[in-house]
């Protein structure tokens, strides 16, 4: 500042260093195929990876869950009770049930990225075609870039081919490695014929400390989501009453039987108004009464015939209906103030709704043969599909639960112990919610393998212990055999710091290479972690025990160094680890006196 001007100048002068901002630790970005991905305006959001906080952000983007076909076997005898339901072919897409468990387990924000949509459902799903590997890839490759991500999980690689599912699991580590600020989780198969080894041998050997893997399955509380038009009915022994309709077409039947007696009772009272309305001597007043008393009949059929136009009708058909609910619609809102005009608005009524009612025949036919009802079935499905049928056919596909792989569940307990405890702590001895069993029952003996190989490929167990619930029980990288790198939180721990640090350095490029800069360094550097010393995040009984920091000329840097722009900062960290073995050692103390 130039003082040239007499006066009073204030200077304020910075006393307290740049401090370090602690990065988020547990945003994971689920990859995988949604029903649609659009955003509000419309636009696609096909590998663009979004962000959302909870499932309502989740649905408007990208819809719901894909829908499971389901067969109920009925008795052969009326009134043709459901006797048990049947799973069809499981559907392999299952990021929306992945997310319900994230969220139900603690998740909080997070970034979804589309692959693709359902549209490559057909009776035997799968995910094991090369443009399904290149797929889920492409979403990997979409969101390095997103800075905020610090997990990755991919809730079908599973349903890939060994070789691609190894292949894309692979592609995770080695992205977690290149930008050193992210964790893979991996689950490992337990069903389709490969083995915990065939996942050590297809895992490979590279950038191991930055993932790790989850073994088995986990039986889940979520009911599949389906559709009536996926629920086929078929007999015990054969009987031909409800054999082949869906749920969905006998349930059309039923509501077009209903609109189509409906109408005729309308097109009935309908007829009888205007009978009573026409003659001449009824004074204008009471015409506008009939009328009135008419359009009030033909209200109560409206929305119903509407609604199945819109469901079941062809086009001609839909046309048709518009059209006369368009002309009624006229007669309503018309003007009629002489007793000709009221006449004319009660045959104009009149005309319309036994457009309605012939819509409504059509709709029944149409329904009819479009559902496969036949001569034969049609009679039974209007007799004995009632709302109890249906409340009692929805209980036995309610018993049907989700096996998922456990990863989205652990992306959940990462977020929720971050949260209240901290990164540094491990996430283990944790209960999982939404969970009623491990698919497969894990034992102190089945866990050594598991826990501690000779290839160093940890698999962390997720185990059922009498009254504590599901616990995940494990906290091991895959990189097991790594004194430095084999927990799970001392790797992530590092990552936050790392990232941290990182980002609050920033602003020093190009700074004066100075003691100046460096104490400014030291002291921002040390007070972050003074702070995670005092959270238990560090061992030490002081902060000199915990931590140092290192940076100056003939320390850390060599008049090299300074000259070709170089500034380098040490930092030593004694990260806590977890007490995964509590030995308690026992021994005989002989009386004294």
Not at 404 to 412: Q, T, W
Not at 425 to 445: C, E, F, G, M
Not at 515 to 535: C, G, P, V, Y
Request: aromatic letters at 10%.
């Amino acid at each position: 500042m130039n003082y040239k001007t007499p006066g009073v100048y204030i200077e304020e002068i910075s006393l307290l260093p740049a401090s370090v901002a602690p990065v988020a630790t547990a945003i994971p970005a689920f990859i995988g195929y949604t029903e649609t991905a659009m955003n509000s305006e419309g636009g696609s959001l096909l590998n663009v990876p979004t962000r959302i906080t909870s499932m309502v952000d989740y649905r408007r983007f990208f819809g719901e869950a894909a829908a499971q076909p389901f067969t109920v076997t009925l008795s052969d005898t009326a009134p043709f009770l459901p006797l048990e339901a049947t799973l069809g072919t499981a559907t392999p897409y299952r990021m929306f049930h992945a997310l319900e468990m994230y969220f139900g387990n603690g998740g909080g924000p997070c970034y979804i990225v589309s692959v693709g949509d359902y549209s490559g459902d057909t009776a035997t799903p799968s995910l094991d075609a090369v443009d399904d590997f290149d797929e889920l890839k492409g979403g990997l490759d979409a969101v390095k870039k997103v800075d905020e991500v610090t997990l990755l999980v991919i809730p079908e690689a599973d349903r890939l081919g060994m070789a691609d599912y190894h292949t894309l699991y692979q592609e995770m580590l080695a992205q977690c490695a290149s930008n050193q600020d992210r964790f893979a989780l991996f689950d490992v198969r337990s069903t389709g014929g490969e083995t915990v080894t065939d996942f050590r041998n297809g895992i490979g050997t590279s950038f191991l400390k930055y993932g790790a893997a989850y073994y088995p399955y986990l039986k889940t509380s979520i009911a599949y989501h389906y559709t009536a038009a996926q629920v086929t009915f078929q007999h015990d022994a054969g009987a031909n009453a409800f054999n082949g309709i869906t749920m969905a077409a006998a349930a059309a039947y039923v509501d077009a039987q209903e609109i189509k007696s409906l109408a005729d009772t309308v097109k009935a009272d309908l007829d009888q108004i205007i009978t009573d309305g026409k003659p001449g001597s009824n004074t204008k007043e009471e015409k506008e009464g009939y009328l009135a008393d008419a359009l009030a009949k033909v209200d109560a059929l409206l929305p119903k015939i509407q609604n199945l136009a819109d469901t079941w009708g062809d086009a001609t058909s839909l046309t048709a209906v518009e059209d006369a609910v368009g002309e009624i619609e006229t007669i309503r809102t018309g003007t009629h103030d002489t007793k000709a005009k009221l006449d004319t608005a009660l045959d104009g009524l009149k005309t319309h709704t036994d457009t309605l009612l012939t819509e409504a025949g059509k709709a029944v036919t149409g329904i009819r043969d479009d559902g496969g009802l036949t001569g034969t079935t049609a009679p039974n499905v209007e007799t004995y599909y009632t709302n109890a049928f249906a409340t009692q056919v929805k209980a036995k596909l309610g018993e049907f639960r989700i096996e998922l792989p456990p990863s989205s569940a652990i992306a959940g307990i990462y977020a929720t112990v971050d949260r209240t405890r901290g990164v540094w702590k491990a996430p283990a001895n944790v209960s999982l919610r939404y969970v009623s069993a491990p698919s497969i029952k894990i034992s102190n003996d089945d866990q050594r393998d598991l826990n501690v190989h000779s290839t160093g490929k940890s698999i962390n167990a997720i185990r059922a212990f009498s009254g504590k619930g599901i616990l995940v029980w494990g906290a091991r990288t895959l990189a097991g055999n790594d004194n430095e790198w084999r927990y799970v939180p001392v790797r992530r721990f590092y990552n936050m710091v790392e990232e941290s640090v990182m980002k609050a350095s920033e602003p020093f490029v190009f700074e004066p290479n100075d003691a100046n800069t460096w104490t400014k360094i030291r002291a921002m550097i040390e007070n972050f972690l003074t702070i995670l010393w005092r959270q238990g995040a560090l061992m030490g009984a002081t902060p000199d025990d915990a931590y140092f920091v290192k940076i100056g000329l003939g320390e850390t840097m060599t008049t090299q160094d300074v000259l070709e722009g170089r500034m380098i900062v040490e930092i030593g960290l004694a990260a806590v680890r977890p007490a995964e073995f509590i030995i308690l050692r026992f021994s005989h103390k002989m009386q004294n006196n």
